[in-house]
């Protein structure tokens, strides 16, 4: 079956500007993961969600983030105002809610360049 | 609050050397522990899992890792490496109790010298 999408694959954008990064779970996965991957930062972790629950946002790095889930699949991921710092690659994650532990599975990325 | 540690950032090794990638947590409670790889323009997929049971756990493509509970290792190991293997693994973990988030190590990435 399909995996994780994310689009687009690359994105170059003016310091300032803002910028949009979608997320497309696999289907019937409730739980979907905002991930970053950047140089001298490594994988870190960004922002949850569950279901209906409030999502968990203790990973985003500052207010200029933030990150919606309509319908309980899709996800847009808003950075305001980008900076050079963050230049990095995006990930997203969806797994299963069947009770028990999960696996993470992973999509390709957006690779965001702020010039 | 959890932290991973992988202390090797580069690993050059031969075909057919046998390679063990270290993997140290930090966390007052009980994990789950992932190893995921990231071939060449691949996006990270999963390698191998430790939730409960045998600490020795087997994964794809020969590999498998041994859950150390009292040193707080999840080593990743494989006695034969190939070509193919060359890309970069990352360690994880994430807390025992459902669906959490991952911590991840800083990665290590191996480069295989046909």
């Known amino acids: 079956g399909a995996g994780v999408s994310q689009s687009p694959s690359n994105k170059v954008t003016e310091k300032g500007k803002d910028v949009e990064l979608r997320c497309d779970p696999i289907?019937?996965?409730?739980?979907l993961y905002w991930y970053r991957q950047s140089l001298g930062q490594g994988l870190e972790f960004l922002i949850y969600f569950q279901g209906n629950s409030a999502p968990d946002k203790s990973g985003l790095p500052s207010d200029r983030f933030s990150a919606e889930r309509t319908g309980g699949s899709v996800s847009t991921l808003t950075i305001q105002r980008t900076q050079q710092e963050d230049s990095a690659v995006y990930l997203c994650?969806?797994?299963?809610?069947?009770?028990?532990?999960?696996?993470?599975?992973f999509g390709p990325g957006t690779r965001l360049l702020v010039l | 609050a959890q932290s991973v540690s992988q202390h090797n950032h580069h690993v050059i090794l031969s075909e057919a050397a046998s390679l063990e990638l270290g993997c140290n947590y930090s966390?007052?409670?009980?994990?789950?522990l992932f190893w995921y790889v990231q071939y060449p323009g691949q996006h990270l997929q999963l390698l191998l899992k430790?939730?409960?049971?045998?600490?020795l756990v087997k994964g794809i493509k020969g590999f498998e890792a041994e859950f150390i509970k009292s040193k707080f290792s999840f080593n990743l190991r494989k006695p034969s490496v190939q070509w193919s293997d060359t890309a970069e693994y990352f360690c994880?973990?994430?807390?025992?109790?459902?669906?959490?988030?991952?911590?991840f190590g800083t990665g290590t990435r191996l480069t295989i010298i046909p």
């Open positions: 289907s019937g996965h409730t739980a």
């Open positions: 966390y007052g409670g009980t994990v789950n």
């Open positions: 430790y939730f409960s049971g045998d600490p």
């Open positions: 994650a969806s797994s299963p809610d069947r009770g028990g532990i999960e696996t993470q599975y």
């Open positions: 994880a973990v994430n807390p025992y109790f459902g669906n959490e988030k991952l911590t």
